[in-house]
């Protein structure tokens, strides 16, 4: 894969050796009070990669990416993104990466393009040529006509591009997506899928969690988190081999061998269960 820049419907991403780890963790740890969520996992996602971590249910993969992100101070172990440490040089991190929060994190209030000049303020992007990333971020989010109308009369789909869109807009090295397709039907799915394998093809590296094992079949590698713990790690095509044996099979039946079939909702915490009602359609204050 060549080095340096690429041009990719308006924005510039650096495409770095295929060698070079972007996402490094070793033996990281996330306690909540005595709730482990992260139990000394380590991993690492190389340049021009696209991960996948997949887990039931409180399995720790928000804790994880939340660390990687720097909202959460890992408890024990180390994680570096791009060469950063996630704790000591978390404002570089952050200048570094894209994130989709697993919640929806727009303010509903603004408009499309409102949300996007928030970001752009934020991320103190040149205001010379804004207008026209703006534009281009619109564009590539399908949303140009319903550029100025409130996010709030915004579909679950259209509100997942806008956020992807806004996540690119500062030219990321990394793409954070915290199951990015969830809730959307499939038409809406597969609408945002087309756009984040197009990331794959600019050079962009991404690290998200799903629960579509579909995705996950077409990312370059899987980690399979349970109880805070990376129980397998791999190629699609690696897990089902080693879990399956030479018949082969699914990644979905490598996930149920490996996670087993109890449901785990008993397990959420009140304030999992909170968010889940919340993303059913619930109201919460948060
Ligand atoms: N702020 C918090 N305070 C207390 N416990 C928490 C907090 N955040 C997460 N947990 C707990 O940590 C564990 C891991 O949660 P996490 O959100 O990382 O799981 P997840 O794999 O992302 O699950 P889901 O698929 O439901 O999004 C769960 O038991 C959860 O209830
Ligand atoms: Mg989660």
């Known amino acids: 894969m060549p080095q340096g820049a690429w041009w990719f419907g308006g924005w ?93 994190a727009l303010d509903d209030r603004l408009s499309a393009r409102e949300n996007l000049e928030m970001h752009a303020a934020l991320y103190r992007l040149p205001r010379r040529g804004r207008k026209m990333q703006i534009a281009e971020a619109l564009e590539w989010a399908s949303l140009s006509d319903a550029a100025k109308r409130p996010v709030s009369t915004f579909s679950g789909g259209m509100k997942r591009r806008l956020e992807l869109s806004r996540a690119l807009m500062h030219g990321p090295k990394v793409l954070f997506m915290d199951e990015p397709t969830q809730g959307l039907d499939p038409q809406g799915r597969q609408h945002l899928w087309e756009r984040i394998e197009s990331l794959k093809s600019a050079g962009l590296s991404t690290f998200m969690t799903t629960h579509y094992l579909q995705e996950a079949e077409t990312c370059d590698r899987v980690g399979i988190i349970d109880h805070g713990k990376m129980i397998a790690l791999g190629t699609p095509e690696e897990l089902k081999r080693e879990t399956l044996g030479d018949s082969g099979g699914t990644l979905e039946e490598v996930f149920l061998k490996l996670t087993g079939r109890a449901l785990r909702d008993e397990e959420a915490t009140p304030r999992a269960r909170m968010l889940s009602f919340a993303r059913k359609g619930g109201e919460h204050t948060r």
């Not at 963790?25 to 482990?36: E, I, M, W, Y």
């Not at 939340?66 to 950063?84: D, E, K, N």
């Open 12 to 104: 510039i991403i650096n495409v770095q050796a295929e060698s070079e780890t972007v996402v490094g963790c070793t033996a990281l740890s996330c306690h909540f009070g005595k709730v482990v969520a992260v139990d000394g996992i380590s991993f690492e996602v190389r340049a021009g990669e696209r991960f996948a971590l997949l887990g039931p249910n409180g399995a720790g993969k928000s804790t994880t990416l939340q660390m990687l992100i720097t909202m959460l101070r890992p408890t024990a172990g180390q994680a570096q993104v791009l060469g950063f440490d996630v704790t000591r040089e978390a404002a570089a991190v952050r200048a570094a990466i894209g994130v989709v929060f697993q919640e929806p």
